[in-house]
């Protein structure tokens, strides 16, 4: 189900159905001071300077269900239909998704419900920041309305059971993004977190049990159920993520690109512009 390619500088997994890799496969992406790693099915952690006591989103060493605690969401409007262009946290049995691990990068393909989606994960060569940038094609023949949503954990320490509960959300004036920030963390509690849609988000959340629902999972998240929006609730005392989320129409054979960037700054928050 898999192999090198292009001269050895990709590994590529072919997932068709019913096929699992036996244990998650990683590919792990660092600038030295900023990574993340990433399995063919697209779960993963990132982590800025420690990557075990500064995690941004949560880390997880369960090799059997291989938790997703960053995730991308399409629907479409008009039907309802919930699908991920990765093989987790929503996978279309009938779908082949295709993962590359590259040096520095990793790049998913897939094709489901007449919409082909290319998702490439990398960091920034100097500055702590994460990219993930999303192709949406409508390969049918009828215009699309679908909506794009970005999710991810905030943890901002060692471990989300222990850092959570300290964890504090807001909106930025000047640039859209949703900035996080545990003052408890004792060696980077003056820093913040940041994550961005490039400011074509419409709707948001930063509370977790709002987006998943009470009991529920990224595999059917309740905030996104047919006809639901996001709240655009930021704050304390909540079950901290960031959900961010755009609508958009599709002609047939048109596609366009989303950028989703997720990063950690030192104390002076407004640089996160």
Not at 21 to 30: E, G, K
Not at 37 to 58: A, F, H
Not at 113 to 138: M, R, Y
Not at 168 to 175: R, Y
Request: glycine letters at 8%.
């Amino acid at each position: 189900m898999g192999g090198y390619a292009k001269d050895g500088r990709e590994y590529i997994t072919v997932l068709t159905h019913g096929q699992r890799t036996p244990a998650p496969w990683l590919n792990v992406i660092s600038n030295g001071e900023f990574g993340f790693q990433v399995s063919e099915s697209g779960s993963g952690y990132t982590w800025s300077e420690n990557s075990r006591e500064n995690q941004l989103t949560p880390w997880s060493n369960d090799p059997v269900s291989d938790p997703a605690g960053e995730a991308f969401f399409l629907r479409d409007e008009q039907s309802g239909e919930l699908w991920t262009p990765t093989a987790l946290p929503i996978r279309v049995e009938s779908t082949t998704y295709i993962a590359c691990h590259g040096q520095g990068y990793t790049r998913f393909e897939s094709a489901t419900h007449g919409i082909a989606t290319d998702l490439i994960q990398f960091v920034s060569w100097h500055d702590p920041v994460k990219l993930s940038i999303c192709t949406v094609e409508n390969r049918s023949s009828q215009a699309r309305e679908i909506s794009l949503t970005a999710y991810l954990e905030w943890v901002l320490g060692a471990s989300k059971a222990t850092s959570s509960a300290y964890v504090v959300t807001e909106i930025d004036a000047g640039t859209g993004a949703m900035l996080a920030h545990n003052a408890w963390n004792a060696e980077f509690g003056e820093r913040y977190a940041f994550a961005d849609l490039c400011s074509q988000q419409t709707a948001w959340s930063a509370d977790r049990t709002e987006f998943l629902g009470r009991n529920g999972g990224v595999g059917q998240p309740a905030g996104l159920a047919h006809g639901m929006v996001l709240s655009n609730r930021v704050g304390a005392a909540m079950d901290p993520c960031c959900a961010m989320q755009t609508t958009f129409k599709l002609m047939p054979k048109e596609r366009k690109q989303f950028t989703f960037f997720s990063a950690r700054r030192q104390t002076n928050r407004h640089r996160s512009n």
